[in-house]
């Protein structure tokens, strides 16, 4: 049985997704929503919940990725992005379970374009950065977790706050003004291509650090045109500008080599033009 930790969000219902097409069984925990609830502040309610549910896979993609909110708040940022890690691998590991941490890309700066590989030296910036790196090592102290590094975007449905993706459709149908960072480079997968590549790498039982993430590095500005083009909406209406000037610093040269696990899947990861054609085709029918 699959347990998804942080099942409501856009990585968890991706999963939900790709485990029900495979004829997984899937029970899912999340604040509200979920048909466990679960707050994983909270170490022995992780601890009961792993203990009734026995699952056989545990991946956990709960995390507070509003940067801003992090700087203000680094006690819930470690509350939620390092302590649960480690919390949850040790639970995971006290029932037998295989663990999966999902990570994050928000650790390198100042290389532009560059693909970073898993034994790149890191630069934390800020918050969210500092809070998922630690998270990352104490799930890794448990022996057998697989932890991903990633930076995904995809459909969640959350009227009180959209998605990259959700946000960047809406404004270009919309012909609304929009900022596109030229110096803000990521190599952005789309969640349900993550969550087949995230299932895959746990069933032939991987562990430590994974990259999973597209093959090719775009910034911003350009993955915005590119979206635009593949909806045939026009473009005019994106103009160029830094992620500098936003409030809260940026790790800002986040791309990722995913060649490790290519080669342990034996494939490649999607392009920039897969990820884009995958978004487009798996968009919710309002």
């Given at each position: 049985?699959?347990l998804?930790?942080?099942?409501?969000?856009?990585?968890?219902q991706?999963?939900?997704?790709?485990?029900a097409?495979?004829k997984?069984?899937?029970?899912?925990?999340?604040?509200?929503?979920?048909?466990r609830?679960?707050?994983?502040?909270?170490?022995?309610?992780?601890s009961?919940?792993?203990?009734?549910?026995?699952?056989k896979?545990?991946?956990?993609c709960a995390?507070?990725?509003?940067?801003?909110?992090?700087?203000?708040?680094?006690?819930?940022a470690?509350?939620?992005n390092?302590?649960?890690a480690?919390l949850?691998?040790?639970?995971?590991?006290?029932?037998?379970?295989?663990?999966?941490?999902v990570?994050?890309?928000?650790?390198?700066?100042?290389?532009?374009?560059?693909?970073h590989?898993e034994a790149a030296?890191?630069?934390?910036?800020?918050e969210?950065?500092?809070?998922?790196?630690?998270g990352?090592?104490?799930?890794?102290?448990?022996?057998g977790?697989?932890?991903?590094?990633t930076?995904?975007?995809?459909?969640?449905?959350?009227?009180?706050?959209?998605?990259?993706i959700?946000?960047?459709?809406?404004?270009?149908?919309?012909?609304?003004p929009?900022?596109?960072?030229?110096?803000?480079?990521?190599s952005?997968?789309?969640?349900?291509?993550?969550?087949?590549?995230?299932l895959?790498?746990?069933a032939i039982?991987?562990?430590?650090?994974?990259n999973?993430?597209?093959c090719?590095?775009?910034?911003?500005?350009?993955?915005?045109r590119?979206?635009?083009?593949e909806?045939k909406l026009?473009?005019?209406?994106?103009?160029?500008?830094?992620?500098?000037?936003?409030?809260?610093?940026?790790a800002?040269s986040?791309g990722?080599?995913?060649?490790?696990a290519?080669?342990a899947?034996?494939?490649?990861?999607?392009?920039?033009?897969?990820?884009?054609?995958a978004?487009?085709?798996t968009?919710?029918?309002?």
């Amino acid at each position: 049985m699959l347990l998804i930790i942080g099942s409501t969000g856009t990585l968890g219902q991706a999963l939900r997704r790709v485990a029900a097409a495979r004829k997984m069984e899937v029970r899912g925990a999340a604040r509200t929503g979920a048909e466990r609830t679960l707050d994983i502040t909270d170490a022995e309610a992780i601890s009961v919940l792993c203990r009734a549910e026995r699952p056989k896979l545990v991946v956990n993609c709960a995390a507070v990725t509003d940067l801003d909110l992090c700087e203000r708040d680094p006690s819930t940022a470690y509350l939620v992005n390092t302590r649960a890690a480690g919390l949850i691998a040790a639970a995971s590991a006290e029932v037998g379970a295989r663990c999966v941490h999902v990570s994050s890309d928000h650790f390198f700066s100042g290389d532009e374009g560059m693909l970073h590989d898993e034994a790149a030296p890191v630069c934390l910036v800020n918050e969210y950065g500092r809070s998922k790196y630690a998270g990352e090592a104490l799930a890794l102290a448990v022996p057998g977790t697989l932890s991903i590094r990633t930076n995904l975007t995809g459909w969640r449905g959350w009227s009180r706050r959209s998605t990259f993706i959700e946000w960047a459709v809406s404004a270009l149908e919309r012909h609304e003004p929009i900022v596109g960072f030229t110096d803000f480079f990521t190599s952005t997968i789309d969640a349900d291509s993550l969550a087949a590549n995230v299932l895959d790498l746990a069933a032939i039982k991987a562990e430590g650090m994974y990259n999973v993430a597209a093959c090719e590095v775009a910034d911003k500005a350009t993955f915005l045109r590119r979206l635009g083009r593949e909806l045939k909406l026009p473009t005019d209406n994106i103009r160029n500008g830094s992620v500098h000037a936003l409030t809260t610093a940026r790790a800002e040269s986040l791309g990722l080599d995913s060649g490790k696990a290519e080669a342990a899947l034996g494939r490649q990861m999607p392009s920039l033009s897969d990820v884009i054609v995958a978004l487009v085709r798996t968009r919710p029918i309002s």
